[in-house]
């Protein structure tokens, strides 16, 4: 991806968020200058990668396949020193975009559509060597449990949400017509190094080309303490 492209999609977030009432933690605002003179105060953020994340998953077509989002609070489970069990995302999806298809080994997770379009979540359970099981999905959205058909696409409008449960394969497309969607993510403590499973095999972070300055730098770009 290009530095620029980030740039304009971490705007983007901002300007949704304000639009639906929500207000990032200050370090979210930390410029890339600002960042150099942050000292073992700010470990936390560093060690747990808070902060923001805009990732093409490696394919180079952020705009068909990519997220935008910020882990605003989470725990750490290489490291004992960080003891929450729980974690806090926002996310951007754009009208047209969708992220792959995945589950968690482990983490138990509540999306909930904060705002702007609707989010259409593809849902299937998995079989022991990680194939799409043909077995109905149980489903649990604000208090209300049923089973729907593998393969179905539970849809969530602005303020309703979805318990995603480990080894629930999950994706995410944005409802045509309905616009930019923001989400929000409640779970347990996140690890994406070991906790994701894509059906497809595809990568995390994006490969930047540096074409112009950074506006905020990403949860894996931290300087180290001088």
């Not at 309703?160 to 616009?179: A, K, L, N, Q, R």
């Not at 969607?181 to 894509?198: I, K, P, T």
Request: hydrophobic share 30%; with cysteine; proline share 5%.
């Amino acid at each position: 991806m290009k530095r620029s492209k980030i740039n304009q999609v971490i705007k983007d977030m901002e300007a949704l968020m304000s639009k639906h009432g929500m207000i990032a933690p200050p370090f979210c605002n930390f410029t890339p200058d600002e960042w150099q003179n942050k000292d073992h105060e700010y470990d936390e953020i560093r060690d747990n990668m808070l902060g923001w994340d805009v990732t093409d998953y490696g394919l180079n077509d952020f705009d068909k396949v990519g997220f935008a989002l910020i882990t605003v609070r989470n725990g750490n489970i290489k490291n004992p020193k960080y003891t929450k069990t729980y974690a806090e995302k926002l996310l951007m999806l754009y009208e047209g975009q969708e992220s792959p298809m995945h589950f968690h080994w482990n983490k138990m997770e509540d999306i909930i559509n904060r705002g702007g379009g609707n989010i259409l979540i593809t849902v299937y359970n998995s079989t022991e060597d990680g194939k799409f099981a043909d077995t109905d999905v149980t489903v649990n959205c604000d208090g209300r449990e049923y089973t729907v058909k593998a393969g179905s696409q539970i849809r969530l409008t602005p303020g309703e949400s979805i318990t995603i449960y480990p080894y629930m394969y999950h994706d995410f497309h944005v409802e045509e017509g309905t616009g930019n969607v923001l989400l929000g993510e409640v779970s347990m403590c996140n690890d994406d190094e070991n906790d994701n499973r894509f059906y497809e095999p595809i990568g995390r972070f994006p490969t930047i080309e540096e074409d112009e300055p950074a506006y905020r730098l990403l949860c894996n770009e931290y300087p180290k303490v001088k």
